[in-house]
Every structure is written in C-alpha cells, then in structure tokens.
C-alpha cells in the first residue's frame, strides 16, 4: 500500500474500526430486523445497520433507499416495496405480509427504511405485525432525515436563545386522525420541521397563519437532503410555496419554519 492510500479516508476507517471494540449481533433465520438508512448519504450509516446489510439473505428496502446502501447487501435477494407520497405505492398490509411470509420460510431478512424506522417510517405498524406473528425483531435506528438534512443545508436543529424545541410533523395528509393541529403548532413559537409537505404547503400555512405565525418567519426547503445533488431554498413562510414552484422542489424535500432558518447565513463559513 502506497503512502496515499495508507492516509486516505478509507483507511482511517479500517483503521478506527480494527480497534473497535464492538459487540455486533448475529442475525438469525427466521428474524427480521427494522432498520434506518438515514437520509441517504451511505456515511451516515450506523455500524449496526452495516452489519445487518453484510448479513441479510432477503432486503426488503423502500424507493427512498440509497442504491450505494442496497448494494451492501449483495448476498441478498432484493424486494422492492418504494412508498412515495403522491405515487402508487404498495400496501402497507402487503408489506408487513411480505416480511411475515419471509420470516416464516427461515430468511434473514432486513426491512431497510429510510431515516429512521420509528420516525414516519410506520416501523411501528410492522414491528406490531411481527409481535402478533412471533417473529423476534429488532429495531436499528437511523439519522431521521430532519436532523441529517438540516445539518447538511447548514441549520442548526437548536441554538441558545433562538429555540428550546424542535417539532417535527408530518404534512402528507390533509384530513386525517393524523393529521397535526397546526394552528397549535404555531403558537408554540418553536421551529417546525415537516415531512412529506409539498402536496398540502398551502393549506399548512394557511393555518400556521392562524396559529399567528407571520408571513415573515424564515422557512427554507430541503430537498434530496445530505445526497449529491441536494438543493437547498431559503425564503419566508409567506414566499415558500412561490419558492417552491419557482425552483421545482419535488419531493423528497423537508420543509423547515422557524428562527434557526435564519442561523444558516450566519453561520456560513469556509468548507
């Protein structure tokens, strides 16, 4: 090995991972474990979730899902199960009957989600499919695309004196049990951080504006967060959704409202 290649980023990690000190867990037949591929960039990836990759016969992985990540797990036969908002997508029902039918014939299967899989991911509808199947299951958390974006468009999730508290919601559905109250929301005075957003923006800020958030209040939209090709769009509440059709944001994207957008040219600096 070259000189080069010894002082190259790569090597750094072998190095590191030589003198790690870490109990990593064998994955066995028949169990399936729920993991987190972060936002996309493969560094983000915990050991954990590396390990299962290297160990899985069965992927079962969403469109969100980084190709550089899938193709860790190449021993593995691969089913797709991409969930987008706005597109058609598989049933929920048929995913969890997938990973059930595969557990059952003895596979080593990972569910490969990205971000997080108990953070809008719905792993809790599939770990409660396993629970009433006996199938053991694990969970491996990954970095939640709102924390990972933000730290890559250059946002702080929190900063003394600007915020105490973070709320992330979901936007994708515009009547629903699930559905936040975003009025409520907005007198909390916190930043607010939301997922799946694009299809009903308007409609949440209409009613953001109704909780008294001002047409003022920094916002920003990240789309394709901590990826190669992330773009980055900062406005206020009142020109987000102009923003949004002016530069064609499309999802995936986070929409960010609150004072830490404004933190962002603040903390600009050398790379």
Request: hydrophobic share 45%; proline share 6%; no cysteine.
């Amino acid at each position: 090995m070259n000189n080069d290649a010894k002082d190259s980023p790569r090597a750094a990690v072998e190095q590191a991972l030589s003198r790690l000190d870490v109990n990593l867990r064998t994955l066995e037949p028949g169990h399936v474990w729920l993991a987190g591929a972060g936002p996309g960039d493969p560094g983000l990836l915990t050991l954990d979730v590396v390990s299962a990759l290297g160990q899985a016969d069965a992927l079962v992985h969403d469109a969100l899902v980084s190709p550089e990540i899938i193709v860790m797990a190449a021993q593995a036969e691969k089913f797709f199960v991409g969930k987008r908002g706005g597109r058609l997508s598989i049933p929920q029902g048929d995913i969890n009957a997938l990973l059930v039918r595969l557990a059952h014939e003895g596979r080593k299967v990972v569910r490969l989600k990205g971000g997080h899989p108990y953070v809008f991911g719905r792993g809790g509808e599939e770990a409660q499919a396993l629970v009433d199947n006996g199938i053991p299951y694990r969970v491996l958390p990954g970095v939640t695309s709102a924390f990972g974006g933000l730290t890559s468009a250059g946002i702080p999730a929190t900063m003394r004196g600007v915020n105490g508290a973070i709320i992330l919601a979901t936007g994708f559905a515009a009547v629903s049990d699930d559905r936040p109250d975003w009025s409520a929301l907005a007198r909390t005075g916190q930043p607010i951080i939301i997922y799946m957003g694009l299809t009903h923006m308007a409609a949440t800020i209409t009613d953001l504006y109704a909780g008294g958030l001002s047409p003022e209040t920094p916002a920003a939209l990240i789309e394709n967060a901590t990826l190669p090709q992330e773009r980055t769009v900062v406005a206020t509440l009142g020109t987000l959704v102009e923003a949004a059709d002016r530069d064609n944001i499309v999802s995936p994207a986070l929409i960010v409202i609150g004072g830490i957008v404004a933190l962002r040219t603040k903390l600009a600096g050398a790379s």
